[in-house]
């Protein structure tokens, strides 16, 4: 995944990284909206995995009840 947001550009002249300007570019990131984001994404995967095993526990099923078991 690539972005195209330009970078935060802080003064910090003490900084490692600083230009000669004293200019420290850092990524234009929301910490929390991206947490948000994992988290949001990792409940529904969970939701998504347990759809699948009801649908192959109903299937296991139904082959049961087809075979007379």
Not at 61 to 68: E, K, S
């Amino acid at each position: 995944v690539s972005d195209t947001r330009p970078f935060k550009e802080v003064y910090e002249p003490n900084h490692p990284d600083a230009d000669s300007k004293g200019i420290v570019k850092y990524p234009d990131i929301n910490v929390v909206e991206e947490m948000v984001n994992m988290i949001t994404i990792s409940r529904s995967y969970e939701a998504n995995a347990q759809a699948v095993d009801s649908a192959k526990r109903m299937f296991n099923r139904a082959l049961r009840i087809g075979m007379g078991q």
